[in-house]
């Protein structure tokens, strides 16, 4: 490819590279392909590596002689490299040279927005702030462009193209006519909601709920039902509506609210409970065929065995329907649907039709406003015989709005669909079962005999009952409780109503068929989507999709083979009020999730749908689980047991998913609401915890220092590992150091700051880490163990980041370890050949300057360290040797609460003397006794004040020997903040020999402890050198086997013996 050249009519400047086509995929007809490949400069998106300017210098050409500057590496792979004066108005840009200064903004685009795009198409991306801001390479005014991002049009005339074979070209249009059958709210949602819902009880039970609750509370009974139902359904739509819905429905609308926790729990169940409906749909089916065959004496085997072999038959044939495609089984649930339309007909063509004599020896007499008021009140019977023993009965045949929503992925726009059809298909079933009820109860007595015979002349008065007002004496089989007839006996009422009644014999066939296609096609496909998203193990065979619609063939069979297993069982009243039970918890939950979206305010619930109420999604979250222990109490929790177990798994793998639920909104709402109300409460000495400041640099540096605080503050207080940053070209890597503590499970923030020293970093992190009343109070950092090797600048740094945190009130801690705490040399040797991006990548020395390698570090093998091991029963020192305040105390007992210290005996030394060392011992006793410590073993040190060794004094001396200063004061030469003059040891001898004193002590003690805990020395900042502060450190820790952590409190209580 050439170059490509300018329109020479524009002459306006641009701010940015824009194109006219938005990126559209082009439909290529075969017999016009060149013309469509003409048009392929203006979707430049398409290619995939790269757009780049060519480096021209304008300052020694004329801008005439710009546009024949040498093309470089032109190749595909390598990406479209255009000459800047061959784009529109670049001639005048170049001439003022601002070409290199226009950003290259893109507009507002919908695929910068969409996580996929369609077939064909590439991802467009919007330039990051990098391109935008570092577009200017050099002088040469090179401009890197990211191949996502628009050029302006160019002449297409001159471009050439790369010729495209026709086969190709034909196949690539093949593939596009293979789009996925996707449907539309009616056919997809309400129609498919409406046979779901409609059922077995609305042929077989509601006339009989109708004889014994009465017409008004059977209305009531519906209504009840229709508010779980219809406040489901808003929640379903303000759930869908508030973003792009994929396929995996009441699973995919649960876990992307609430979390993978709860939403993997209800996903399996959910699915489980729908492969097991499909049992029980087909078993209704097969015992209305085992009941024909029985009246027309053609008994397969025996009725038991009957209804297994019509039910293996029955889920077979649905599951081909279900294989040839999502279109044959909308097909069928059409068909289903007419038929059981026409059964309603001829069901109400019925009603007004004159009765026959026979007819009204079974209670049929036609509408009757006797009858009507007869059967408006109740007349409860059976043991069943209560309102809510009814509405136990009733209330399954009110679910099954979920239907249209488990087949989210194969609708055309689910937002749209999911809360129009599921809604119509609410209102248009609650129609038709206040209908049938109040119809039936006003055309059918409620006791009947069905004998001919029971006829009464008009002139008889000895009849009572509202029968005789019709000429019938029902009398005799109401008193014996024989009546085989009528609306309280006859389940068939209304095949007896009906004008034509095997249409109502079809009708059942057609609800409990359908019922169980849409719960055949439901199970997998929601369980499809739980398997991608591997929440559990051992499922993700069952999550590959085949063809088009990306069928979940191997779900299909799954399902059909739980369901012939529950059909051979051909016992289900047990299992059916579980599966019930199972239906009410996804309705509570999701109920639950559109009104913890709403109360968690999050900016992100935005849904379309606004005729919802988030009390009112609380109210229906509780009125089902309400309902969940009215229907069976014993399935309810049976139901609850399975929901936690599965959720606490999911809760224990915490898989590495992140959906934006709002549990992550709550989360950060209840953070920021008590973040907040802290900041109203004084502190108290009581509620005193060490909140810790952890210069641990990149944290997988120094995992030592991290397990120490972490042991110490994890479930107690705060800890934030701080990173100074003193390179300004290189960018941490926050996300992979937080993943790498978090795959060690510490509980940490990670805060990184850029400054030009470590000092200045160090106490800008300590001004702003932390949020109210939840900011750090104690300052950790690991002993720089090569502090005699470094310069004598960053020596001076060091100790003044111990001084800053004194200046700033904070406590200090400083662990020395007796190998060093940085293990980044050993990291980098591991790592740097597999993982290193180039060979010749220079890592700083400086510890201020060190950055992990390029591995992310979340993969790095955990370096094990002495804090994550049992200690079992060794002793942890402590060296209380000032006061504090008690954070010297107050460390060593925390770590005493983690299960790998427990067993650890505590004693605490203390400075006396010899006359009142007894007295002193009791004193402390009593004090630790009233702290509530639990130490009890207190020595006192009566000889801390003798004179040091005369070898380890030397030692001292020539610890400090490179930093004396006394030679160079002769030569009038200024004299640097790390010497030690000799009138700084003459002001200091005592310290230093009481601390190599105190040494000397510590290898006599304590070199079988598990840890020292040693009160920090404290030195005027403006008279003590730090090279001396460094060497008194040093000598403190001079061959000391055992961990050593320096604690000073900034002199404030951190322990209290009262209680208020």
């Known amino acids: ?3 490509l050249e300018c329109s020479s009519g524009s002459d306006d400047l641009s701010s940015g590279y824009t194109s006219t086509t938005d990126g559209q995929a082009l439909e290529v007809p075969e017999e016009n392909v060149q013309e469509a490949l003409n048009h392929l400069n203006q979707s430049i998106d398409g290619f995939n590596t790269g757009l780049q300017m060519i480096p021209c210098s304008t300052e020694t050409q004329e801008p005439e002689e710009i546009g024949n500057c040498r093309e470089t590496n032109n190749s595909l792979s390598a990406g479209i490299c255009l000459n800047p004066a061959n784009l529109p108005v670049c001639n005048k840009l170049i001439a003022h040279k601002q070409m290199a200064y226009n950003t290259l903004d893109a507009t507002p685009r919908h695929e910068h927005y969409v996580n996929s795009v369609a077939p064909g198409r590439l991802k467009r991306s919007r330039p990051s702030l990098d391109i935008l801001r570092n577009a200017i390479v050099d002088e040469l005014q090179m401009v890197s462009v990211n191949l996502d991002q628009d050029v302006e049009s160019c002449d297409k005339e001159k471009l050439e193209l790369p010729e495209v074979d026709d086969e190709e070209v034909t196949i690539k249009k093949k593939k596009t006519n293979l789009e996925p059958v996707r449907f539309g709210w009616i056919k997809g949602v309400m129609i498919r909601c409406m046979l779901n819902i409609w059922g077995v009880i609305l042929y077989l039970r509601l006339p009989w709920i109708t004889a014994q609750a009465g017409i008004g509370l059977t209305w009531l009974i519906i209504l009840m039902s229709v508010v779980v139902t219809s406040i489901t359904g808003l929640s379903i739509s303000a759930i869908s509506t508030n973003g792009k819905v994929k396929s995996g429905g009441t699973y995919f609308l649960i876990s992307r609210s609430l979390g993978p926790e709860l939403g993997g729990s209800i996903g399996l169940i959910f699915a489980f409970a729908n492969a097991v409906a499909v049992a029980m749909h087909t078993v209704g089916f097969s015992e209305t ?17 009957d209804i297994r072999i019509i039910g293996v038959i029955t889920v077979t044939v649905l599951l081909f329907i279900s294989l040839a495609g999502m279109e044959w089984e909308a097909k069928a649930q059409i068909v289903f649907f007419f038929v059981i339309m026409i059964s309603f007909v001829s069901y109400i063509v019925g009603t007004i039709l004159p009765p026959s004599e026979e007819r009204q020896s079974k209670g049929f007499f036609s509408y009757q406003g006797s009858i009507f008021l007869e059967n408006i009140v109740p007349n409860w019977r059976g043991e069943t015989g209560t309102f809510f023993g009814m509405f136990s009965i009733f209330f399954p045949s009110a679910t099954g709005i979920l239907a249209g929503a488990n087949i989210s992925g194969d609708l055309k726009d689910p937002a749209v669909a999911i809360p129009k059809g599921t809604l119509m298909a609410i209102f248009w079933t609650t129609v038709s079962y206040l209908a049938i009820s109040a119809t039936i109860g006003s055309c059918v007595l409620r006791d009947a005999s069905g004998i001919v015979n029971d006829t009464i002349s008009l002139n008889d008065t000895d009849c009572e009952g509202l029968s005789c007002q019709f000429g019938w004496d029902f009398n005799e089989c109401q008193q014996n409780e024989t009546c085989y007839y009528g609306l309280a006996n006859h389940y068939q009422t209304m095949s007896l109503v009906s004008a034509f009644s095997p249409l109502i014999t079809a009708g059942i066939f057609a609800a409990t068929l359908s019922s169980a296609l849409a719960c055949l096609v439901s199970a997998p496909k929601v369980f499809q989507c739980l398997c991608k998203d591997r929440l559990y193990p051992f499922i993700g065979f069952f999550g590959k999709g085949f063809g088009k619609n990306n069928e979940p063939i191997r779900g299909y069979i799954l399902a059909f083979i739980i369901a012939i297993a529950f059909i051979l069982i051909a016992e289900l009243n047990t299992i059916a009020p579980i599966i019930s039970n199972f239906f009410l918890c996804s309705y509570a939950l999701i109920n639950f999730s559109c009104f913890h979206a709403s109360i968690t305010n999050s900016p992100g619930w935005r849904p379309s749908f606004r005729y919802y109420n988030k009390w009112t999604s609380l109210f229906g979250a509780v009125v089902s689980v309400v309902i969940m222990f009215l229907l069976t109490w014993w399935a309810a929790i049976i139901a609850v047991v399975i929901i936690v177990v599965l959720l606490g798994y999911v809760t ?13 909104a709550g989360a950060y709402n209840m953070a920021l609401t008590y973040s907040v109300s802290l900041t109203e409460v004084q502190e108290h000495v009581k509620n005193f915890r060490p909140q810790c400041l952890v210069l641990t640099g990149p944290p997988n540096f120094r995992p030592a220092l991290v397990d120490f605080v972490s042991s110490v ?4 207080s705060l800890m934030i590992c701080g990173n ?10 926050s996300e992979g150091h937080l993943r790498w503590l978090n795959t060690r499970k510490v509980r940490s923030f990670y805060s990184v700051i850029q400054e030009s020293t470590l000092q200045a970093g160090a106490k800008s992190l300590m001004q702003v880490s932390g949020l109210g009343r939840l900011k750090p109070n104690t300052v950790v950092l690991g002993y720089k163990s090569n502090w005699q090797k470094i310069p004598g600048q960053c020596l001076e740094e060091y100790v003044g980041i111990i001084n800053d945190s004194f200046d700033c009130q904070y406590g200090v801690c400083v662990l020395h370890i007796k190998n060093g705490l940085d293990v980044s040399q050993q990291v980098q040797g591991q790592y740097n050949l597999a993982f290193q991006d180039s060979d010749d990548e220079v890592i700083s020395d400086t510890e201020a300057e060190k950055e992990p390698p390029t591995i992310a570090p979340e993969i790095m093998n955990q370096t094990n360290t002495e804090f994550q091991s049992s200690q079992g029963r060794k002793s942890i020192h402590i060296y209380w040797l000032y006061d504090d305040g008690g954070l010297t105390l107050l460390i060593p007992y925390l770590l005493t609460r983690r299960k790998r210290w427990s067993q650890c005996r505590v004693h605490v030394y203390i400075r ?5 060392a007894e007295e002193e011992r009791k004193e402390m006793q009593l004090l630790l006794e009233k702290f509530r410590l639990g130490f009890q073993d207190v020595v006192v040190l009566t000889d801390i004040d003798q004179k040091p060794h005369p070898k380890n004094m030397q030692l001292f001396e020539d610890l400090i020997a490179p930093y004396n200063v006394d030679d160079q004061r002769g030569n009038d030469l200024e004299v640097p ?13 005592a310290k230093s020999e009481r601390y190599v004193r105190i040494n000397e002590i510590l290898q006599q003690n304590s070199q079988d402890a598990a840890l020292i805990a040693i009160s920090l020395p404290i030195a005027i900042k403006s008279a003590c050198p730090s090279s001396l502060y460094m060497a008194w450190l040093e000598s403190l820790s001079r061959d000391i086997i055992p961990p050593i952590a320096f604690i000073r409190g900034n002199q404030q209580d951190t322990l209290t013996i009262y209680c208020q």
Do not use: C, F
Not at 912 to 916: A, C, L, M, P, V
């Open 652 to 664: 224990y793998k915490k898989p590495d998913v992140n959906w934006g639920s709002s549990v992550q």
């Open 1 to 3: 490819m050439e170059s």
């Open 713 to 716: 503050t994890k479930n107690t």
């Open 977 to 989: 903040l790390w010497g030690i003059s000799e009138k700084d040891l003459l002001n200091h001898t």
């Open 724 to 733: 100074v940053v003193t390179d300004s070209d290189k960018v941490p890597d």
């Open 289 to 305: 065929v085992r009941d024909l065959l029985i009246e027309y004496n053609a008994v397969i085997v025996d009725p038991v065995n």
């Open 912 to 916: 006396g003397t010899q006359e009142n």
